[in-house]
């Protein structure tokens, strides 16, 4: 099948005392190669298309190959993502409408590593990663990530229903479910929030005179670990409201132990949380302690990992049906509630998500409707036929998939990029293919952290946090000569001067910092301190970055 048996090896690389540590690893036709890809994959510029909805907000459609779309955004985003979710195509042998999917095994897991390994340099340092897969490369999708991320930093594997509809197929065994891989950058670092559910509240069945819910629950520990043997530090006497003293004893006779320590339970006697009640017993009445639990007022509790409650495919395609009735539908959309359910888990709003593998744009539509901020790439024509007309009906308050849920109306914006020309040639200079407009754009972004939602055609990009950002780039004013042109001069710096003052407003303060980019600069160390100038020389200061 193209892939050679797991071999396991010892690579004790980034692991800090543990001499011993052993991890199985894949091994493969090419693996040496795909290891080399992502280091080798060119930058390429993101070319702005057009503006959707609120032109500030930073949300970005990308239409390219991932890979190169993955390494266009490093400069920008590297260690900025929240949570990645991909759904890449699951090798299962069939041809698919939109994707190339009958792949033999060892050019799976060669077009799978790269990607991964540009998405890890793309998480932050308390992000996760998500990506479903079948169980045809599941197996060896998690060792592959294992390698990637660490096996250290492998949170679990959920389990999706898929199907949720009686199958009338002759074969004895159907799949019906699909498996979610997950993944933190460092081991209990994402800050995973557990379910929101009221239902538990009537396990609180009383209420005091405040109004508050609350329950008893014996303070001698019962089931498992529950003897005195077991945990002889917590076997001492309390002092009853009678001032007998009492032991924790079993019905049976055999020595028990408190749940908590002595000094948890002075807590709760000073909290006034540690309630006497009689029972009966074979001996008579006798005193037994309870500890009181308040309900919480947002009760909550882990989530399962297995996920029946979130849609199934049959549901999500029905969706696409009503979103997209006139493009032709996708074979493994995923429901929205599955995403829904990913983002509640791992983010918050205002946190960055990306799919390099949106599909049908499920991932971005959830997380517009849910207020995060969100990258998608797509690389056919469905980027424009699918993904571009399911966010704009996102934009004026679609009602379907999770829209009631999460109460979404309408609104917000995103952008719609294109993947252009490699910034740098063979000879790591800036490729002369680059035109001004597009450089403009990737180092206004580089400066700022802002999208490029405008047309560049002056040398003064933009101002933004008391800092003005120049180009002078491929004749931008006309002259190439050093007194005109690339060259950051003194006439040029008066000129610079000059668009900045009739650009700023008036009554408005100039800003106090310049930052210009250029082929090289005549002006001194001095000077350039004086005007308050931060030159950045094309190529060096770009690649450095």
Same mark, same amino acid.
């Given at each position: 099948?193209?892939?050679?048996?797991?071999?396991?090896?010892? *690579?004790?690389?980034?692991?800090?005392?543990?001499?011993?540590?052993?991890?199985?690893?894949?091994?493969?036709?090419?693996?040496?190669? =795909?290891?080399?890809? =992502?280091?080798?994959?060119?930058?390429?510029?993101?070319?702005?298309?057009?503006?959707?909805?609120?032109?500030?907000?930073?949300?970005?459609?990308?239409?390219?190959? !991932?890979?190169?779309?993955?390494?266009?955004?490093?400069?920008?985003?590297?260690?900025?993502?929240?949570?990645?979710?991909? +759904?890449?195509?699951? !090798?299962?042998?069939?041809?698919?409408?939109?994707?190339?999917?009958?792949?033999?095994?060892?050019?799976?897991?060669?077009?799978?590593?790269?990607?991964?390994?540009?998405?890890?340099?793309?998480?932050?340092?308390?992000?996760?990663?998500?990506?479903?897969?079948?169980?045809?490369?599941?197996?060896?999708?998690?060792?592959?990530?294992?390698?990637?991320?660490?096996?250290?930093?492998?949170?679990?594997?959920?389990?999706?229903?898929?199907?949720?509809?009686? !199958?009338? %197929?002759?074969?004895?065994?159907?799949? +019906?479910?699909?498996?979610?891989?997950?993944?933190?950058?460092?081991?209990?670092?994402?800050?995973?929030?557990?379910?929101?559910? %009221?239902?538990?509240?009537?396990?609180?069945?009383?209420?005091?005179?405040?109004?508050? &819910?609350?329950?008893?629950?014996?303070?001698?520990?019962?089931?498992? %670990?529950?003897?005195?043997?077991?945990?002889?530090?917590?076997?001492? $006497?309390?002092?009853?409201?009678?001032?007998?003293?009492?032991?924790?004893?079993?019905?049976?006779?055999?020595?028990? !132990?408190?749940?908590?320590?002595?000094?948890?339970?002075?807590?709760?006697?000073?909290?006034?949380?540690?309630?006497?009640?009689? &029972?009966?017993?074979?001996?008579?009445?006798?005193?037994?302690?309870?500890?009181?639990?308040?309900?919480?007022?947002?009760?909550? &509790?882990?989530?399962?990992?297995?996920?029946?409650?979130?849609?199934?495919?049959?549901?999500?395609?029905? /969706?696409?049906?009503?979103?997209? $009735?006139?493009?032709?539908?996708?074979?493994?959309?995923?429901?929205?509630?599955?995403?829904?359910?990913?983002?509640?888990?791992?983010?918050?709003?205002? *946190?960055?998500?990306?799919?390099?593998?949106?599909?049908?744009?499920?991932?971005?539509?959830? =997380? /517009?409707?849910?207020?995060?901020?969100?990258?998608?790439?797509?690389?056919?024509?469905?980027?424009?036929?699918?993904?571009?007309?399911?966010?704009?009906?996102?934009?004026?308050?679609?009602?379907?998939?999770?829209?009631?849920?999460?109460?979404?109306?309408?609104?917000?914006?995103?952008?719609?990029?294109?993947?252009?020309?490699?910034?740098?040639?063979?000879?790591g200079g800036i490729n002369p293919a680059v035109q001004f407009g597009a450089l403009a754009g990737y180092l206004w972004h580089f400066e700022t952290g802002l999208?490029?939602?405008?047309?560049?055609?002056?040398?003064?990009?933009?101002? /933004?946090?008391?800092?003005?950002?120049?180009?002078?780039?491929?004749?931008?004013?006309?002259?190439?000569?050093?007194?005109?042109?690339?060259?950051?001069?003194?006439?040029?710096?008066? /000129?610079?001067?000059?668009?900045?003052? *009739?650009?700023?407003?008036?009554?408005?303060?100039?800003?106090?910092?310049?930052?210009?980019?250029?082929?090289?600069?005549?002006?001194?160390?001095?000077?350039?301190?004086?005007?308050?100038?931060?030159?950045?020389?094309?190529?060096?200061?770009?690649?450095?970055?």
């Open positions: 099948m193209g892939t050679s048996a797991c071999r396991n090896r010892v *690579d004790n690389a980034g692991k800090k005392n543990s001499e011993s540590y052993k991890m199985p690893f894949l091994d493969w036709v090419n693996k040496a190669q =795909a290891v080399s890809v =992502a280091g080798a994959v060119p930058y390429h510029l993101l070319n702005f298309e057009s503006a959707h909805g609120d032109r500030s907000a930073d949300n970005m459609l990308i239409q390219g190959d !991932n890979l190169l779309a993955l390494k266009a955004l490093l400069p920008f985003y590297r260690g900025r993502v929240k949570c990645i979710y991909i +759904d890449p195509p699951y !090798n299962t042998q069939s041809a698919f409408t939109h994707y190339d999917d009958k792949l033999e095994h060892s050019q799976w897991l060669s077009l799978m590593h790269p990607r991964l390994v540009l998405l890890r340099e793309l998480l932050a340092e308390q992000g996760s990663v998500w990506v479903s897969i079948d169980d045809r490369e599941g197996h060896y999708l998690k060792v592959l990530m294992d390698e990637v991320f660490g096996r250290e930093n492998f949170s679990t594997t959920f389990i999706w229903q898929k199907v949720d509809s009686p !199958n009338d %197929n002759k074969v004895p065994i159907t799949p +019906d479910h699909e498996f979610l891989l997950c993944y933190e950058k460092r081991k209990d670092s994402a800050g995973f929030k557990k379910k929101s559910d %009221n239902s538990l509240l009537a396990a609180y069945g009383q209420v005091d005179e405040s109004g508050r &819910r609350y329950r008893d629950r014996l303070l001698k520990k019962n089931g498992k %670990n529950s003897l005195r043997a077991d945990r002889p530090t917590m076997f001492y $006497p309390l002092e009853a409201p009678d001032g007998t003293s009492v032991l924790p004893i079993h019905d049976d006779g055999r020595e028990a !132990n408190w749940a908590y320590g002595e000094v948890g339970v002075a807590r709760m006697r000073a909290e006034g949380r540690l309630i006497w009640k009689k &029972r009966l017993k074979a001996e008579g009445e006798v005193w037994v302690p309870y500890t009181r639990e308040f309900a919480p007022e947002a009760p909550e &509790r882990p989530h399962p990992t297995i996920l029946l409650d979130v849609k199934t495919t049959r549901q999500a395609k029905a /969706h696409q049906r009503e979103l997209l $009735p006139e493009a032709a539908a996708f074979d493994t959309v995923k429901p929205e509630q599955l995403l829904q359910r990913i983002l509640e888990i791992a983010t918050d709003a205002g *946190d960055l998500v990306l799919d390099s593998f949106l599909g049908s744009g499920t991932t971005a539509a959830v =997380a /517009h409707k849910m207020g995060r901020r969100y990258i998608g790439i797509e690389q056919g024509d469905h980027a424009i036929t699918h993904c571009l007309p399911r966010l704009e009906r996102v934009l004026n308050g679609e009602q379907g998939g999770v829209s009631d849920a999460v109460g979404w109306e309408s609104g917000g914006g995103f952008c719609f990029y294109t993947l252009g020309e490699p910034v740098f040639d063979a000879d999208s490029a939602t405008h047309t560049f055609d002056s040398p003064l990009l933009g101002v /933004h946090d008391d800092t003005a950002v120049f180009l002078l780039y491929n004749g931008i004013l006309g002259d190439r000569k050093p007194a005109g042109g690339n060259v950051l001069t003194g006439p040029v710096l008066a /000129h610079l001067d000059q668009l900045l003052a *009739d650009a700023t407003p008036a009554g408005t303060r100039l800003p106090s910092r310049k930052v210009v980019y250029g082929e090289t600069t005549r002006l001194g160390e001095q000077r350039l301190a004086e005007a308050g100038v931060t030159f950045r020389q094309i190529p060096y200061d770009i690649k450095a970055r």
